[in-house]
């Protein structure tokens, strides 16, 4: 699924000499940096030479010089600049001279995942690149569009997301788009000749999965009996997860249970929502899970969970045996 933007200028080819790609979801522009790439190669009948750095290791002055250095035959040049928020306004304002006499056989991609659309029209440089349809933004998806996107990424792998299942699989593997790509390849893998991806079939494909696996272990800190939590734990360990990868997901859970918690009396789920950056409906999820613990109970859990990080980072015992002990006695109270 490609942004309408750049889908329309690859409709019409005309493709601009220069882009920027703001926002903070970086897999959209990974994907829209991908498209271009295809596009160009589409055109020649060979990958075009691809170039990336970021702000922290070359000058702009150097960067734009470079895109001048074309090479006369084949698909010509991507160079992709990540980060030149980072670059004070003396150095952005390189960018209008060069698109004046733009390098006729380089496309340049800029990025800027700090950069907030609020501040485009009054900055010289972005405002330009907004009037010339050159400027791109790419945010977090709201609650609103996850689903649709889901659906339509669902749709373009020849398959049906049904609401149910979109919101399921949002549930178990996060917000995260690129999580969310890779999984919905393997339920539609896993669907086989099956058009219509279910609820069932998400859960169905949970046992196979690291991603799956890791949020049904958080899932069941609320549950009075830990068999589900060593269940999904062992499934991990024998899946290869790294032990530390997983008291880091144990310890973001407990930290957002903590600030539910917290919320002042009267919080409403959506204010709530943009506070710990999760849909509205993940945040009604946390609050029904929170009611099964004190403040107390989650603040120990928080210091258990650091003692294990010591004891794991140090060798000083079977990493297995740590978390094992850990999850016992992360349960509800």
């Given at each position: 699924m490609t942004h309408p933007l750049i889908a329309r200028h690859l409709e019409r080819g005309q493709l601009k000499p220069l882009y920027l790609f703001f926002g903070e979801e970086e897999f959209l522009v990974d994907r829209a940096c991908r498209r271009l790439e295809e596009a160009l190669r589409e055109k020649s009948g060979e990958a075009p030479h691809k170039v990336v750095l970021s702000s922290a290791e070359t000058g702009l002055a150097e960067f734009l010089g470079e895109a001048r250095l074309a090479p006369l035959w084949g698909a010509g040049q991507l160079l992709i600049l990540r980060r030149v928020e980072a670059y004070p306004d003396e150095t952005l304002a390189l960018i209008p001279p060069?698109?004046?006499?733009?390098?006729?056989?380089?496309?340049?991609?800029?990025?800027?995942?700090?950069?907030?659309?609020?501040?485009?029209?009054?900055?010289?440089?972005?405002?330009?690149?907004?009037?010339?349809?050159?400027?791109?933004?790419?945010?977090?998806?709201?609650?609103?569009?996850?689903l649709p996107w889901l659906a339509q990424e669902a749709k373009a792998l020849g398959k049906a997301l049904s609401p149910a299942a979109a919101q399921r699989l949002?549930?178990?593997?996060?917000?995260?788009?690129?999580?969310?790509?890779?999984?919905?390849?393997?339920?539609?893998?896993?669907?086989g000749e099956e058009r219509h991806l279910t609820p069932a079939l998400v859960d169905q494909l949970a046992t196979h999965s690291r991603t799956y696996t890791i949020f049904a272990l958080v899932e069941a800190l609320g549950e009075r009996s830990s068999q589900r939590r060593l269940q999904a734990l062992a499934q991990l360990l024998d899946l290869g997860e790294p032990p530390l990868k997983i008291l880091t997901m144990l310890a973001r859970q407990i930290r957002l249970l903590l600030r539910v918690k917290e919320a002042p009396?009267?919080?409403?789920?959506?204010?709530?929502?943009?506070?710990v950056n999760l849909a509205p409906f993940l945040v009604r999820k946390l609050e029904r899970q929170a009611a099964a613990f004190s403040r107390r109970a989650l603040l120990r859990h928080l210091t258990r969970l650091h003692q294990a990080d010591l004891m794991l980072k140090t060798g000083a015992s079977s990493p297995r045996l740590w978390l094992e002990c850990l999850v016992l006695e992360m349960g509800p109270g």
């Open positions: 060069y698109l004046k006499h733009p390098a006729p056989r380089s496309t340049v991609v800029l990025t800027a995942p700090g950069l907030k659309a609020q501040k485009m029209e009054k900055h010289p440089v972005w405002s330009l690149l907004l009037k010339n349809e050159m400027a791109v933004g790419f945010g977090r998806l709201r609650e609103g569009d996850l949002v549930e178990v593997v996060g917000q995260n788009l690129g999580d969310l790509s890779q999984e919905l390849q393997k339920l539609a893998l896993f669907a009396p009267g919080t409403s789920a959506p204010d709530l929502a943009r506070s």
